[in-house]
């Protein structure tokens, strides 16, 4: 995986290195899953890791011996983050991230090396003013912008994010290096006056491995004998979700009807397209999303998948499913821009790959029917 061959960190130089990210396994969030990975990944390598994040259970510090290094993982009980209101998720960023420095504390003030992400958001806004602290290198991997997303998911501008973006665009030009998640990113993060020679590229890489007699997972009784396609992990804010709704409605009231979308999905967009086909009377399946374990077994299942991303959000977020998406040997659907990084690598992927853009229904509709011939 080409996220764990590569280090920003020389272990010559920078033996004791801090990752702060958001939920660790076993809860769901992708930027924890891989910065554990990563984190243990530098651990065999030799250096001495902590890494600190969140967790809905009850909070713990664990500390092992890992290859050739070490490994502490402090974890701090968190409740959700309440969804719901602007100002709640805010208040939560704050507490949330206070809670992460002080616990990281001590490690950090030790540390030769400091890798945090954009889960949660705004850490930037402690770390480098408090940088006097740190005397490790601080490298910044910018898993989603913010508060990009935040001003992407309004309908008009607000006066306040944008004084925000300001001062985050002030912190960020005092940050020692980069890590980007694709060319989109690295295009964005040049136009606000990052040096090209700060900005690295590290993809994430596919967090499971499939081999070529693994388990798969049975499909749900309603789906059995169908052309399925499946949409599986988080469906928020920055997916698509009015081209995936009419489509699907144009291909089952006009069309051939032979696809099912399964949603293995949370988040808001779920939410929404859920909502819709039950009251449209359409057929879907909707299950929670499975543990990173059982996920190569799930994502070899159905006849496709589904990526989809609104246009406003290209190259501020990278839905990091597309790599397992493309290494389970599925076709891909995507909704979304010839921009983003998504169609650069999906296009040249094989066994099958069809884009529709953003508003464009009924070539949804026609994707659905031609991967049903297919």
């Known amino acids: 995986m080409e996220l764990l061959e590569q280090s920003p960190f020389d272990l010559a130089k920078e033996r004791r290195i801090v990752i702060i990210a958001d939920w660790l396994p076993p809860d769901f969030g992708a930027v924890g899953q891989y910065m554990q990975m990563r984190a243990e990944t530098l651990a065999e390598q030799g250096h001495e890791v902590t890494l600190v994040g969140l967790a809905a259970g009850a909070g713990s510090k664990v500390h092992r011996t890992s290859g050739k290094g070490t490994l502490t993982e402090i974890r701090l009980s968190a409740r959700p983050v309440p969804r719901g209101s602007l100002l709640g998720r805010m208040l939560w960023t704050i507490a949330t991230n206070l809670r992460l420095i002080l616990a990281a504390f001590g490690p950090l003030r030790a540390a030769d090396g400091i890798l945090f992400t954009g889960s949660p958001p705004f850490l930037i806004h402690l770390l480098v003013p408090l940088r006097l602290l740190w005397r490790g290198r601080l490298i910044y991997r910018i898993t989603d912008f913010h508060p990009e997303c935040l001003i992407a998911a309004r309908d008009r501008p607000s006066l306040a994010l944008g004084l925000l973006l300001g001062l985050t665009n002030f912190w960020r030009r005092r940050v020692d290096g980069f890590e980007v998640l694709g060319e989109d990113q690295r295009r964005r993060l040049s136009a606000t006056g990052i040096p090209a020679g700060r900005i690295e590229l590290v993809r994430d890489g596919s967090p499971v491995t499939f081999a070529p007699d693994g388990p798969l997972e049975p499909l749900p009784d309603d789906l059995a004998g169908k052309c399925v396609l499946l949409y599986s992990g988080n469906y928020g804010i920055a997916h698509e979700v009015e081209t995936v709704v009419r489509g699907y409605e144009l291909h089952h009231r006009e069309g051939s009807g032979r696809v099912r979308l399964w949603l293995s999905a949370t988040g808001s967009g779920a939410d929404e397209i859920a909502g819709r086909f039950v009251a449209a009377g359409l057929p879907f399946h909707r299950s929670a999303p499975v543990a990173l374990e059982k996920l190569a077994s799930l994502l070899r299942a159905p006849s496709a998948h589904l990526v989809t991303l609104r246009d406003s959000f290209v190259g501020y977020v990278m839905p990091s499913k597309i790599y397992a998406c493309l290494e389970s ?20 992927a094989p066994p099958g790959y069809w884009r529709v853009s953003c508003g464009d229904f009924r070539g949804f509709a026609a994707a659905l029917e031609a991967m049903a011939d297919r």
Do not use: C
């Open 329 to 348: 040997q599925k076709p891909v659907l995507f909704v979304g821009s010839a921009d983003s990084d998504i169609d650069l690598l999906a296009r040249s």
